[in-house]
């Protein structure tokens, strides 16, 4: 079995895959936050993304990374700056100085979330942040470029939209991702053969969808969820209507207009 560090693993994505994850890997958890009911095959390293040595020994002899960790909505830009712009090169310098290639990175759909939902994209265009935190995102997804191409890792950034056991309202039919999913996603990020660094849309199979994956699919995805099963309640609880256009028409959402969230 590969070991696997999960990063962020006190966070609300990594608590809904854990159990999925450890069935195909050991794994090691690090957040700053207290890792909540780790299982005896767990090993629980705590490690703060600002911290070189910490973060050296939490990646030392792993396999692969998940990096789910840093901030994970909009904030000022000293808490962005240190977490997800400082905290995602200190991940991925410890991973090069520990001869660790492979990362996956939880990117986010809200490193592109200025389109607008008329347009179906892939993952070769300009990013165009909706945040400071999308803006991060993107910075994560070039250093994943920069660490493929210059010292030989192999990364996949998934821009995920939203993860959970079901879409809750409009805007996630269209970017819903179910944990199942995510961890297919991440094990393609894992074990797929010559990679450098690829982008891919952590999304469902969703008839909704604002965004082409034919990367994922190349690389074997085949999602199994579908939101359109939820899509009769959704719609019925949500009219999807804010008032305000740059929250109604863009990819991102409220993240196009807020300044913490
Ligand atoms: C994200 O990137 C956030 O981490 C998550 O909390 C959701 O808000 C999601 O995007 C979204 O766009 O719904």
Redo the contacts with the bound molecule.
Sequence with gaps: MKTVLLTGAAGGVATLIRPLLRAEYRLRLSDRRPVPDPVPEEEVMDADLDDMEALRKAVAGVDGIVHLGGY??EADWETIQAANIAGCYNLFEAARLEGVRRIVFAS???AVGFYPRSETIGVDGQVRPDSRYGLSKAFGEALGALYGHKYGAEVLSIR???VGERPVDRR?LA?WLSPRDLVQLVRIGLEHPGIRHEIVYGMSDNARAWWDNGNAFRLGYKPQDRSEDYAEEVLAADDGVSGDDRVDLNQG?P?CVAERI
């Design positions: 994970s909505v986010s759909n809200h995920i939209g939203h996630r970017i959402g993240f």
